[in-house]
């Protein structure tokens, strides 16, 4: 019997690492880039874009290359100071199209040395039509960039396009990553920063995918307080500039 759980437990950590996928940084420009982190247990995407401060900063996705800067309402993200803002590419030089639905959810912005690093995350399905699909497969995208002072993102001279290609984790991302303890765990969840990590963004969901938590934690203080969850599977996402770690964990 103790066999046959250790399998199942090994069968689904494995399993946990085929559903995550990364697309690395990708550079659009000298001073553009973009990554984009798949978490297949939590069914989330995380963007991290770093771009010029006090610019729009604008990312769409699954462009084909002969619409030039997109014509068939592709999905878009943009960013300009505290604002994050989900819309769709309309085609000619006007700005693209504010979606009603805004499924973007900003994790942290931070700005230095002349760079604004955002980081945000959705659902890979939001079951709206404007919204590209992500799925845990390693696949590849076409995708267009700009940058520039105004939200008419489509006749900016600092554009281009990219390709976004999802591979499966490094498994050294794995090997530098937190560790977190104890686990199970009753009163406290700690976690033990990498080097170069100063502070990272942490949410939870419970078993039925629920977020029950989103907060922030710092080296200087690097726990969370578990005494209130439910006694149950948890999954634990931290999101920092180097991408996204999941952790399953297990409440007593």
């Known amino acids: 019997m103790r066999k046959i759980t250790l399998l199942l437990f090994v069968f689904a950590f494995f399993t946990t690492l085929a559903q995550t996928t990364t697309t690395g940084e990708i550079q659009l420009a000298t001073n553009f880039t973009v990554q984009f982190d798949i978490d297949g247990p939590s069914d989330t995407v995380t963007m991290t874009m770093v ?16 619409n030039g800067m997109g014509f068939g309402g592709e999905d878009v993200v943009l960013f300009l100071g505290s ?28 700005t230095s040395n002349g760079l604004t690093t955002v980081v945000a ?6 079951n709206n039509t404007n919204d ?19 939200f008419a993102l489509n006749g900016h001279a600092n554009r281009g396009g990219a390709q976004a290609n999802f591979t499966l984790s490094s498994p050294d991302y794995f090997q530098n990553s937190f560790e977190i303890y104890p686990n199970p765990t009753i009163e406290e969840l700690n976690f033990d ?16 995918g629920k977020q029950i938590l989103k907060t922030s934690i710092k080296k200087t203080y690097p726990k969370l307080d578990t005494g209130s969850w439910a006694s149950g599977m948890y999954v634990v996402q931290i999101v920092t500039d180097n991408g996204v770690q999941t952790n399953r964990v297990v409440k007593q």
Do not use: C, M
């Open 193 to 208: 920063f990498p080097q170069n990590i100063q502070s990272a963004n942490v949410h939870v969901f419970n078993a039925l």
């Open 83 to 110: 604002e994050l803002r989900n819309a769709s590419l309309t085609g000619g030089f006007g700005p693209p199209s504010t979606d009603t639905n805004q499924d973007w959810s900003l994790n942290s912005s931070s």
């Open 51 to 66: 771009g010029p401060e006090n610019r729009w900063l604008g990312i769409a996705l699954d462009v084909s290359s002969g």
């Open 132 to 150: 590209y699909v992500f799925t845990t497969n390693a696949v590849q995208i076409p995708i267009l960039w700009a940058y520039g002072s105004t």
């Open 121 to 126: 995350s959705r659902d890979l399905s939001t």
